[in-house]
T-cell receptor, first 106, second 114 residues
Framework: LAKTTQPISMDSYEGQEVNITCSHNNIATNDYITWYQQFPSQGPRFIIQGYKTKVTNEVASLFIPADRKSSTLSLPRVSLSDTAVYYCPAGNKLTFGGGTRVLVKP | ETGVTQTPRHLVMGMTNKKSLKCEQHLGHNAMYWYKQSAKKPLELMFVYNFKEQTENNSVPSRFSPECPNSSHLFLHLHTLQPEDSALYLC?????????????FGSGTQLSVL
């Protein structure tokens, strides 16, 4: 069963860049890498998805090395409203893991 | 607004009660999911429906009974629950099942079993 590992928590300050790395154990050849954001008492929200190299959208960037055994979500210039839990579920969506709790301080 | 609506938002029930959670999606998706999120525990997939057919039951106790009458609606019928079943129950949808599909989640039903 696919499984991911990511840090439990990270602290940052407003205006800084936050990078969260996820290790992908047993990632399959056809698995995509997807990141979600969850605020308290809400469901997770899709942020970004990629297969290899780099993907960028209006919210974040996703860096995936050639071996695809990890990925890094980059949040540029975070604000207080970026305080949330960030997940990198395994490709089949069955395993979300505990996520990374990001706290942005003023 | 994600296009996935769950009702009720909050529910308190006794262990002998029978209640139902409702999920409706307005996205034209064909796959729907139930997840459970307990305090300080990861999201757990419970059930998956694809084109109204159940394709996944992740070893969920029979006191949880899902129903998918059409691709837009999903129910979770609850009976004789235990206090440890208290959790946030999340519904999600996607165009179809498949690991490359984005999931759209509702805001969840916060369930308390007394």
């Amino acid at each position: 069963l696919a499984k991911t590992t990511q840090p439990i928590s990270m602290d940052s300050y407003e205006g800084q860049e936050v990078n969260i790395t996820c290790s992908h154990n047993n990632i399959a050849t056809n698995d995509y890498i997807t990141w979600y954001q969850q605020f308290p008492s809400q469901g997770p929200r899709f942020i970004i998805q990629g297969y290899k190299t780099k993907v960028t959208n209006e919210v974040a960037s996703l860096f995936i090395p050639a071996d695809r055994k990890s990925s890094t979500l980059s949040l540029p210039r975070v604000s207080l409203s970026d305080t949330a839990v960030y997940y990198c579920p395994a490709g089949n969506k069955l395993t979300f893991g505990g996520g990374t709790r990001v706290l942005v301080k003023p | 607004e994600t296009g996935v609506t769950q009702t009720p938002r909050h529910l308190v029930m006794g262990m002998t009660n029978k209640k139902s959670l409702k999920c409706e999606q307005h996205l034209g998706h064909n796959a729907m999911y139930w997840y459970k999120q307990s305090a300080k525990k990861p999201l757990e997939l419970m059930f998956v429906y694809n084109f109204k057919e159940q394709t996944e039951n992740n070893s969920v106790p029979s006191r949880f009974s899902p129903e998918c009458p059409n691709s837009s609606h999903l129910f979770l019928h609850l009976h004789t629950l235990q206090p440890e079943d208290s959790a946030l129950y999340l519904c999600a949808s996607s165009p179809r099942t498949g690991q490359y599909e984005k999931l759209f989640f509702g805001s969840g039903t916060q369930l308390s079993v007394l």
